[in-house]
């Protein structure tokens, strides 16, 4: 069950600097908060799967439901019930309001692992 996989791995670090970088210098009102909604579920897939012996199926629907569950506790607006709302950390990692358009971004993301993995599967063939 336990593996590591050194591809998977360079491809999550890779997103994560992605994401960083997007995190410090980009500053819009849709590589930010889109895009990077689109890149984290891969970057989660990634990291998962780098570490993990589990299907292709089985790593997406579960990075899915977490980053689904995220969103949820959002929408519930977990961090001022926590009060917790003044906790950088906490605002950056659970967020701080619901959109719809990062449960489609998070589908997107998903979506495209999907496709990744395909185009993987055939090129071993």
């Known amino acids: 069950m336990f593996i590591f996989n ?5 491809a999550a670090i890779v997103l994560f600097v992605v994401e960083v970088f997007i995190a410090i210098y980009v500053r ?3 590589i930010r908060p889109y895009a990077g909604d689109f890149l984290v579920v891969m970057l989660l897939y990634f990291f998962l799967k780098s570490f993990l012996k589990i299907s292709v ?3 997406a629907i579960s990075v899915l439901a977490f980053a689904y569950f995220i969103e ?9 019930l926590l009060g917790i709302q ?40």
């Open 57 to 59: 199926t089985t790593a």
């Open 28 to 30: 819009d009102k849709f």
């Open 86 to 125: 003044n906790n950088k950390f906490a605002a950056i990692v659970l967020g701080s309001h619901f959109e719809w358009e990062d449960m489609l971004a998070y589908t997107l993301g998903i979506l495209t692992v999907f496709g990744i993995e395909k185009i993987k599967e055939r090129s071993e063939l």
């Open 6 to 10: 050194r591809k998977y791995f360079l």
């Open 72 to 80: 949820a506790l959002q929408y519930l607006h977990i961090i001022d």
